[in-house]
Every structure is written in structure tokens, then in C-alpha cells.
């Protein structure tokens, strides 16, 4: 069974960071590659970085510059490291792997507000 568990969102104010984790199990971790995307209230899901297997990375052009997706494959974890933080950032953070015919986790909110 493929589980993604986020953590590490909360409340932030503008020009802040914050760090989101990933933990993967049920996968071959090191084999996948794995994604963040983000919610906005009242908008679509949108994709905010991805990560091969690799380690290749690529970015959103909204925050590029200011966001690092990383892997620890010995941790089977990934990870999203947000600097320079907006409130236009705000949104429910996911992450997802297209294995095994495409995975969600639950979500971790980031709020950015003064």
C-alpha cells in the first residue's frame, strides 16, 4: 500500500520560511520521481516542483528562485524547502508520485499572513 504523509505546514508571515517533508512507503522510493503541487481556497490544484529519480528539478515559474525540492532516498523522504514566503503562497500543500498508477497525500496547510 502506497502512503504519502506531508508535514511541517503552519503559519508564516510574509518574507518567512518553511520546510514541508514527504515521507513515501509502499514505493521504491530511489526509482521515483515525486512532486509537490498546491490548493489555493477556491482555485485548482496547481504543480509546484518536481523531483526525478535522478534528482533532476523543476520548478513553477511562481516560485522559482524562492523554492528547493530535494530527496534523502535513505530517509524515503522528500522534501520542500520555501523561503521568501507570500501570501499569495498560501494554499494546502500536496505531494504526489505517478507510481503505481499515481499517488496522493492528505495534504499540509501553509498560511502566510501578518
Known amino acids: 500500500q502506497v502512503q504519502l504523509v506531508e508535514s511541517g505546514g503552519g503559519l508564516v508571515q510574509p518574507g518567512g520560511s518553511l520546510r514541508l517533508s514527504c515521507a513515501a512507503s509502499g514505493i521504491i522510493f530511489s526509482f521515483s520521481a515525486l512532486d509537490w503541487y498546491r490548493q489555493a481556497p477556491g482555485k485548482q490544484r496547481v504543480w509546484v516542483a518536481g523531483i526525478s529519480s535522478g534528482g533532476s528539478t523543476n520548478y513553477a515559474d511562481s516560485v522559482k528562485g524562492r523554492f528547493t525540492i530535494s530527496r534523502d532516498n535513505a530517509k524515503n523522504t522528500v522534501y520542500l524547502q520555501m523561503n521568501s514566503l507570500k501570501p499569495e503562497d498560501t494554499a494546502v500543500y500536496y505531494c504526489?508520485?505517478?507510481?503505481?498508477?499515481?499517488?496522493w497525500g492528505q495534504g499540509t496547510q501553509v498560511t502566510v499572513s501578518s
Open positions: 504526489y508520485t505517478p507510481r503505481r498508477g499515481g499517488y
